[in-house]
């Protein structure tokens, strides 16, 4: 069974830096390819940022690019977010993704991933 757990959000000011954590159990972890999505409230999922299983390749959503950067750790089974620059609109809860078969075509495409975590919270305050 696999699981995935997200932490490392919280309540910063706009100008600040988070960093999230997604901590995966249950599979090879290096087979996948990981995603960020996001949702704020009263808005559809969004593609934020991907990584290939061996962090040949990593794609990003052009409202995050320079600001945010996506790593993985296959050691521990744990991709990571890191978050500069932050914005009031980076609001929303903050979705870790896995897929095994993603293609570049559909990185971005959250019915690409088939493992989701629950979500952590980020808030910005401006």
């Known amino acids: 069974q696999v699981q995935l757990a997200e932490s490392g959000g919280g309540l910063v000011q706009a100008g600040g830096s988070l960093r999230l954590s997604c901590a995966v159990s249950?599979?090879?972890?290096?087979?996948?390819?990981m995603g960020w999505f996001r949702q704020a409230p009263g808005k559809e999922r969004e593609f934020v940022s991907a990584i290939s299983g061996g962090s040949e390749s990593t794609y990003y959503a052009d409202s995050v690019k320079a600001r945010f950067t996506i790593s993985r750790d296959n050691a521990k089974n744990t991709v990571y977010l890191q978050m500069h620059s932050l914005k009031p609109e980076d609001t929303a809860v903050y979705y870790c993704?896995?897929?095994?078969?993603?293609?570049?075509?559909?990185?971005?495409?959250?019915?690409?991933?088939?493992?989701w975590g629950q979500g952590t919270q980020v808030t910005v305050s401006s």
């Open positions: 993704a896995g897929g095994r078969y993603v293609r570049v075509q559909d990185i971005g495409a959250s019915n690409a991933y088939h493992d």
């Open positions: 249950g599979r090879t972890f290096s087979w996948y390819t």
